[in-house]
């Protein structure tokens, strides 16, 4: 088989464990915050393990995106197909127009690239504050991070206070990505075209690229800088608290979510 299937996808011992301790993961998060937990979804080889582990096995856990504005057309397809295919419902969370209006004439359409503090603002603009408002009334989220990913990422436990009062679980902390795409090979489940295209870690469209045989995982994120600058901070507690008070001082502005 050709693609992301045919490059990744091996069955590796230990698989069928790791698929019952992700699901334990998932009914434990559930079991301690029914009704207040969400899984945030980036439409990646990881989420769609996840968004398929939570319809199979129809837990009650509410879906969310970020709808960032940039996105690959790819991507957004892919919300649509993953409602459609699952018969759930994806929350559609989008930066507040009139900060993105103002960045942008400020700044450019490629500010991101101008400088780390720049390519940081935009994701602060565009992820965090509306990560702040869709975490609002939660107590708990769920994540697709994989120790596997990034030096950044080696130590990820299966659940961590996140520094905002609130518990993450990473279900699939301990897979890899053989596993990862094992999974999705054994159970059909949809995921994004890119990946056929060598892009293992899709985010923002002026923000990824394609990867070389042999590169880093997230070689193909913001590949302008250097390693330990690669992360948007929605997985940076200390940050993402600093911008969530920042930005609930701010107006309020009205949910968007999906019909």
Excluded at 37 to 66: C, K, N, W, Y
Excluded at 95 to 113: D, I, S, T
Excluded at 169 to 191: E, K, R
Aim: proline share 5%; aromatic share 8%; charged share 20%.
């Amino acid at each position: 088989m050709s693609g992301a299937i045919g490059l990744y996808a091996r069955a590796k011992p230990g698989f069928d464990e790791r698929v019952e301790h992700a699901l334990a993961v998932l009914q434990t998060a559930v079991a301690a915050h029914p009704a207040r937990l969400v899984f945030t979804t980036s439409l990646g080889a990881e989420d769609m393990v996840i968004a398929d582990l939570i319809a199979r096995h129809q837990l009650p856990i509410a879906l969310a995106t970020l709808e960032t504005g940039q996105l690959h057309a790819e991507t957004l397809a892919l919300i649509t197909r993953t409602e459609a295919h699952y018969g759930l419902s994806i929350e559609r969370w989008r930066p507040q127009a009139e900060q993105v209006v103002q960045f942008v004439a400020r700044h450019g359409e490629l500010a991101m690239r101008q400088s780390i503090e720049l390519r940081k603002a935009c994701c602060a603009l565009r992820k965090l504050e509306p990560l702040a408002r869709a975490m609002q009334g939660r107590t708990a989220w769920i994540t697709g991070l994989r120790r596997e990913q990034s030096g950044a990422r080696a130590e990820v436990p299966f659940s961590e206070p996140d520094g905002q009062g609130r518990t993450k679980f990473s279900p699939l902390a301990d897979w890899s990505q053989a596993d990862v795409w094992h999974y999705i090979a054994s159970h059909g489940v949809p995921y994004n075209p890119l990946h056929d295209a060598f892009y293992p870690s899709i985010g923002c469209e002026p923000c990824t690229r394609a990867v070389a045989l042999g590169e880093d995982f997230r070689a193909g994120r913001w590949w302008w800088e250097s390693e330990h600058a690669k992360e948007c901070g929605l997985h940076a507690a200390p940050l993402a608290s600093a911008l969530r008070t920042r930005f609930e001082a701010s107006p309020a502005t009205e949910t968007e979510t999906a019909a």
